[in-house]
């Protein structure tokens, strides 16, 4: 079966313009979590979704970073206003619950110029 | 805040030695700890988990880990490595806050077998 896929895989933009990145899940997988990682770091947790809804929002680094998931499935990660600390690989995983292990995507390399 | 500390920042070994990666957390209560795995150019790949029971947990492709609570520590280990386990190493810990659950990564370890 698939696992989670992560569009783009790439991305460049210029600083100040808004991107969109997608994650669609595993099928059937209730959770959904965002984290970033920069280089030389381990992921760090962004945004956690319970199905349609935001249950920890706590690691967005600040309100130019939003996330959405309207029907409970796909989510997409706003980035308003980018700046150059903003370039990084951002990791979507998902999992049936969320006491089961989380499943990685390939992320997208966002890089800022 | 939960914080996860990977000591070894870049470990070269040659085939067939003995590996052991090091991994503290430093949250109190009850945790779930994993180790995954990032072979280059792939995805994170869950290596072994701890939820409870036997505090020596083993995963796939040889690797087995150690959970052991009053040291906060969560090595893992692998009797005789092979040059297919170069990868990057993360240790991380379930940290839950209600009824939510988000991971603590480690900053990671780079393996590098080589023949």
């Known amino acids: 079966g698939a696992g989670v896929s992560q569009t783009p895989s790439n991305k460049v933009t210029e600083k100040g313009k808004y991107v969109e990145l997608r994650c669609d899940p595993i099928?059937?997988?209730?959770?959904l979590y965002w984290y970033r990682q920069s280089l030389g770091q381990g992921p760090e947790f962004l945004i956690y979704?319970?199905?349609?809804?935001?249950?920890?929002d706590s690691g967005l680094p600040n309100d130019r970073f939003f996330a959405v998931r309207p029907e409970g499935s796909v989510s997409t990660l706003k980035i308003q206003r980018t700046e150059r600390g903003d370039s990084a690989v951002y990791l979507c995983?998902?999992?049936?619950?969320?006491?089961?292990?989380?499943?990685f995507g390939d992320g997208t390399r966002l890089s800022i110029l | 805040a939960q914080s996860v500390s990977q000591h070894n920042h870049h470990v070269i070994l040659s085939e067939a030695a003995s590996l052991e990666l090091g991994c503290n957390y430093s949250?109190?209560?009850?945790?779930?700890l994993f180790w995954y795995v990032q072979y280059p150019g792939q995805h994170l790949q869950l290596l072994l988990k701890y939820f409870s029971g036997d505090p020596l947990v083993k995963g796939i492709k040889g690797f087995e880990a150690e959970f052991i609570k009053s040291k906060f520590s969560f090595n893992l280990r692998k009797p005789s490595v092979q040059w297919s386990d170069t990868a990057e190493y993360f240790c991380a810990v379930n940290d839950w806050a209600g009824t939510a659950s988000k991971l603590t990564f480690g900053t990671g370890t780079r393996l590098q077998v080589t023949l």
């Open positions: 995983a998902s999992s049936l619950s969320p006491d089961q292990p989380q499943h």
């Open positions: 949250y109190g209560g009850t945790v779930n």
């Open positions: 979704f319970q199905g349609t809804g935001a249950a920890d």
């Open positions: 099928s059937g997988h209730t959770a």
